[in-house]
């Protein structure tokens, strides 16, 4: 057993274990363990249509069933913990999620509270008072700064994913996703952060019951990083967890850090995210 914490990385939606490779990197220059994640469907399981590759067909790829519509928050849950396990066997816990990923490393907090040294949420969900995300969509502090939305690409209800083409050309396209995820990034640098997810995000993660719970997620030390030019989870609504989160447990409230960033931007800003994990060894 070491001393020495492994931080485990759970990324978000459409996204993989690439995400968090820069700030693996900054970490391991700073002589720490690191582990990313895939989610089940994800990574080299994800499901890329030929529809989706150059010549792109978008009639197919609207209309082709996701794989992920089979895959709900629990599998998320059981996937991680199981690594939380494994990874415990050698020392301490940090478990980070960025984004969608809060919905699963809080339901791993409630799963296996006594093996996790400390959660740690990067501009991620963490569901308090409403059971889900889709439930939050609606409150005041995130519909307020949607004013630009990326479209999906079929009918989620029927693919049972929400689906975007992340390949698309459209100018009008690739500036509002800029906008919404990656705003402080070059054009190219944007471009090749698209390049790395994948297309579908389950409707069943989307609207699963993801709340903490006070008797067990609760007793975990936690940090909430805030990324204060993020237009996709709005500072605003990251407050509102953090202010939900420490109404719950009053005795044991978010560590609280800032970083000026977009919602993936962080990737960019990963030597200044590393310092800050790298305190909470």
Known sequence: MSANPTYVFVHGSGSNSFLWT??????????HRTLAVDLPGHGFDAQYPTSYQAPQDLHALAAE???????????????????????AEHGPVILVGASLGGLT???????????????????AWCCVKLPSLADYLGEPEFAAQMTVTVPPVGDPAALGAVRVNWR????????????????DATDDQFRVFLNTLQPDSSMAVLTADARVDAATWGTIPRT?????????????FQDRMIAEADELTPGNPFDVHSVESSHAGFILKGAEVAAILARLA
């Open 168 to 183: 698309a050309a459209d100018p009008g396209f690739l500036a509002d996703a800029r906008h919404l995820f990656m705003a």
């Open 65 to 87: 069933p996701s794989r992920l519509a089979a895959v709900t928050l629990q599998d998320n849950v059981d996937h991680v913990a199981g690594i939380v396990r494994r990874v």
């Open 105 to 123: 490393i809080s339901r791993v907090g409630n799963a296996v509270p006594d093996l996790i040294s400390r959660i740690v949420y990067l501009s």
């Open 22 to 31: 820069p700030l693996m990197r900054e970490l391991a220059l700073l002589g």
């Open 224 to 236: 909430y990083i805030r990324l204060t030019e993020d237009r996709t989870t709005p500072v605003a």
